[in-house]
């Protein structure tokens, strides 16, 4: 379950810019930087991936652990910003890892880039514990019960948590990262005060970063950063407003999701 996994067909350089497999499309992040092919249906990455890698603070020579990497796009967003990290990422679903496998052939980090299949509740044995600088993590955002599944059995794992809950991501994130490494989530701005609980006592140096749909709404998401093993206070910083009156990304958004710039947290 937890072997490499190699990429699949899609990855042959002789495909066309462009041009995807049945079921799969070829998306551009970063104004183009970064390639992602993903499922037509099911989770489609959208803007919490790169956010999520534009907060997390690596240096150019740190490893970073992406868990439940789907994909891999944040995986991808953060070594186009960052050319010197190593990123290693691991998922439930082997079709997207096969993908990721893929998407990191296609952009040209096969030297820093890993992707393996593996259940976050029996992590891959190659993921050493507390051998990573950084980890970063876009889990399910509702609570099992919560809501109706969606049909497709692809997103529902995407979207509702299963055996492995929220406090399960956070151990593990806890687990994997070194001590005074950083972990950064993206997660509903309804749940940080679940996040917070179980961080008390394990991390400090939190930084709460609220992501603001437009001006004068309430956020929906909230990036938080931690360090393991530190107590300085928590932070509630300013945040981000993604949206103009007209619907339009603000420059700041712009910023990120076009110019590859890092969420100062």
Request: charged share 20%; aromatic share 4%.
């Amino acid at each position: 379950m937890n072997e490499p996994v190699r990429p699949a067909a899609a990855a042959d350089p002789a495909l066309a810019p462009g041009v995807t497999p049945s079921g799969i499309t070829e998306d551009a992040l970063l104004g183009g930087r970064v390639r992602l092919r993903q499922p037509t249906s099911g989770y489609r990455a959208a803007i919490d991936p790169v956010f999520l890698a534009a907060a997390v603070a690596a240096g150019p020579q740190d490893s970073v652990l992406d868990m439940g990497c789907g994909a891999g796009a944040a995986s991808l967003c953060l070594a186009a910003r960052l050319p010197g990290c190593r990123i290693a990422g691991f998922d439930l679903q082997r079709d997207l890892v096969r993908l990721a496998g893929d998407n990191i052939q296609l952009n040209g980090f096969a030297g820093r880039l890993s992707v393996m299949q593996g259940d976050l509740l029996n992590p891959p044995p190659r993921l050493a514990p507390g051998s990573f600088d950084h980890v970063m993590a876009n889990p399910p955002f509702l609570e099992a019960g919560a809501a109706t599944p969606p049909a497709d059995p692809r997103a529902a794992t995407a979207r509702l948590e299963g055996e492995a809950d929220l406090a399960a991501w956070a151990r593990v994130a806890l687990f994997m990262v070194r001590a005074t490494g950083s972990i950064t989530f993206i997660h509903r701005a309804d749940r940080i005060e679940t996040l917070l609980a179980l961080l008390a006592g394990k991390a400090g140096d939190i930084a709460i970063f609220p992501l603001w749909p437009g001006e004068g709404k309430p956020a929906k998401r909230v990036i938080l950063r931690a360090r393991k093993q530190i107590a300085t206070p928590t932070r509630l910083l300013p945040g981000l407003v993604l949206h103009r009156p007209d619907g339009r990304f603000t420059p700041a958004a712009e910023a990120v999701l076009r110019g590859a710039a890092p969420l100062e947290l």
